[in-house]
């Protein structure tokens, strides 16, 4: 495969599965063993750039390169790291819709390794379960920490939901700015992406509409 249809092919979002393509042995290694890796070859990538790693300002910048991708930027990439997702017995049996809006995305794109920023909005209809507001906000920054695209991560963030709920009734919307579109490419500054996936009864207009309207009339 020659290199323009590597690009094409990255560009069009390809993807075979809800889940992160990774390898059967990616928790093999350690932590500190990764970071050990990853500074020795971003090192090599700064000499080739032509960077003196002897200055006091780059000398220690493969190390902290290192760190920030495993314990920062990509640390949802390890179930291990995932959060409990706490649930309670719907004891007040709330059956209408409920709203977490605005949580803060900050994710990177698989095919470029630059950020995504935006924002989350989520709505459930519980049953019997219902869950603490501040797991849907720790859920959508764990599947955010990760190399992503956005399609993905949408669904990723919609079947644990289900799952953890036991109920198809949850739509999930993410509203994002891509740095690969914004400095590289076509440099569009203003554009924006926006994806929506849901499940029971958000596949009927009305439910949906409804979630639309307290989203885009959202108040503080």
């Avoid at 090192?43 to 002897?54: A, Q, R, S, V």
């Avoid at 390890?78 to 049996?93: H, M, R, T």
């Avoid at 470029?112 to 797991?135: E, M, N, Q, R, W």
């Amino acid at each position: 495969m020659d290199k323009k249809q590597i690009e094409i092919i990255g560009d069009n979002h390809i993807s075979s599965s809800v889940e992160t393509p990774m390898v059967p042995n990616a928790f093999d290694k350690s932590d500190e063993e990764k970071i050990k890796n990853i500074q020795h070859h971003f090192g090599k990538i700064m000499e080739e750039l032509g960077l003196d790693l002897t200055d006091d300002s780059l000398s220690g910048t493969p190390y902290r390169f290192a760190k920030m991708y495993v314990k920062e930027l990509f640390y949802g990439l390890n179930p291990e790291n995932k959060p409990k997702l706490s649930v309670f017995e719907n004891k007040y049996g709330y059956k209408k819709m409920l709203v977490e809006q605005n949580i803060t995305i900050d994710s990177s794109c698989e095919h470029h390794f630059l950020p995504i920023t935006g924002h989350a909005h989520i709505a459930y209809i519980p049953k019997d379960k219902v869950i603490g507001l501040s797991k849907i906000n720790r859920l959508v920054d764990y599947y955010a920490h990760r190399p992503q695209v956005q399609e993905r991560l949408s669904l990723q963030i919609l079947k644990d939901l289900q799952g953890t709920l036991e109920t198809e009734d949850v739509i999930v919307m993410i509203c994002a700015k891509h740095l690969c579109v914004s400095s590289r490419g076509i440099k569009d500054k203003d554009s924006f992406t926006t994806t929506i996936e849901f499940g029971g009864v958000f596949e009927e207009k009305v439910k949906r509409d409804e979630f639309l309207n307290i989203v885009n009339n959202q108040k503080l």
